[in-house]
Structures are given as C-alpha cells and as structure tokens.
C-alpha cells in the first residue's frame, strides 16, 4: 500500500479504482482505514450493538490465534454476540510483528470503559468515542519502540454511570409499569444485566415443541424489556433484537434432509 501511494503519477484513473471493490487498490485502502476484516463462514452472521446484521468482522490484526481460536475471540472491538465457533485455518491472519515500527491508530470506537493502555507493546488505539461524548484522545510519542500507558493524554475525560430501565411488554408504553434496575459504572456490565432479564424470562417461557418464532412472540408479548440510559451514545441495546437472536440459537430450525 505504501509502495503504490510512493509511485508516481496517481493518475484519476488509478484513484478511480481505489473506489472498485474488485480491485486490488480498494482493499488497501479499505485495509488502511477500516483495519483488517475476515469474512464469516457462509450463511453466518450476527446482529450488533445497533441490531446491524455483519457477516464480516474486523479482528485483532496484532495476535497470532491458537489453535481452537474462535471468531468471537478474534473480533476487535471484543464483543459477546460474534459467533463462538473456530476459526478456519485460511481465514487466520499474520500478525503485525512486535519488532515493527510502533502504529497508533484510530476508527474502532472502543467503548468509554475500554482500558487507557496500548494493545500491544508497539500499537495504541486512541478512539474512545469521542464522536459519541467519549473522551478526545492522543498519545505522547517520544520515538519510544515500546508504547507506554503513561503516554495517553485524554480531553473531557469523565465519569459516566449506565442507568438500567425496564419496561413491561405486556403494558406498552405505559411509563407506570417501568421500574430502574439501577446504575452500573461500565457499558458491559449493563449489557450483561439486560441479557439477563431477558435470558430469565426465554428460560421459563420455553416449552418442548415450541419454535423460535413461538417463543420470540411470548417474550414481545409477555416479556421485560430493559434498555439502557447513558449520555454515551454507544450504549444502545434492543432487547427484542438480543431475545429474536437468543430465540433462534435455543430453538434453531431443523435442518431440511
């Protein structure tokens, strides 16, 4: 990538096919500014934090994957909803070797409570939202080959609670029947306190024979529906988003002989 933004003559036409995604050109640049992705095994997907459906994932291009290495454990920034089933040997990447000069980059909007350390001994991610009321982050380089967490320097850095609401499915809308589950000082905790509520309620709701759809419908109908309030704007969460896709992985569809 380097070598072909050195050559001379950048040309309209060879700009131009850094916008072709059957070029060699676009998937540098797309590599350069996105960071590097892998696809998931076909007919797989999963649905993110805004209820997104990705059928690609952006990994932490910095580690060598053990064998057993899943994509969940691969995905950059972690997330618990990436499929947990290994990785295929091709679709494993070569690491950013630790002798490598140091790279500090930005674009992967790390939560707000993501640790304030480099990711490596020679890489620093310094995005910690700051689009979306995170703290404005840099890092201080002095040419140092080994990156030190002494070295960040945040901007409108402050504290932030997570306050878990619940809502009633059953009275929609009705603000009477919502009750606060209480606050919680990380995105994750928070998180994982909605997954419960609604994972209680699949586990007493489910009864044999039932399908994916029939469950999904008693939980819109009859379930809790926790959400999170927060300035931080990456704190989004559906409930019904998380339990459609908890219904489909305890109740999945058989497979057609």
Partial sequence: MINWLLTPGLTPARLALTASRS????????TLLKGIEIELPAALSYSDREGQKRSSIRIKWWITPAPGFTYRSYVFPPNDVAPDIPISPEMMQSPYPRSAPPVIFGHYWLPFGAPHSPLAENLACVDFSAGAEGPLAAYRWDSEPRLDSSKFVFFGLTSM???????????????DERYSL?????LDAAITACKQIVDEYLSAAQEPCMTAG??????VLFGEDPYIDSTDANSRFSAWNYAKLRCEE??????KS
């Fill in 23 to 30: 070029s060699e050109e676009f998937r540098c640049v797309d």
């Fill in 161 to 175: 609670t997570y306050k878990v609401l619940v809502d009633d499915n059953f009275h929609y809308m009705d603000k």
């Fill in 182 to 186: 209480g606050d919680f000082e990380s």
């Fill in 214 to 219: 029939q469950l999904y419908l008693s939980y």
């Fill in 250 to 255: 305890l109740l999945p569809e058989p497979t």
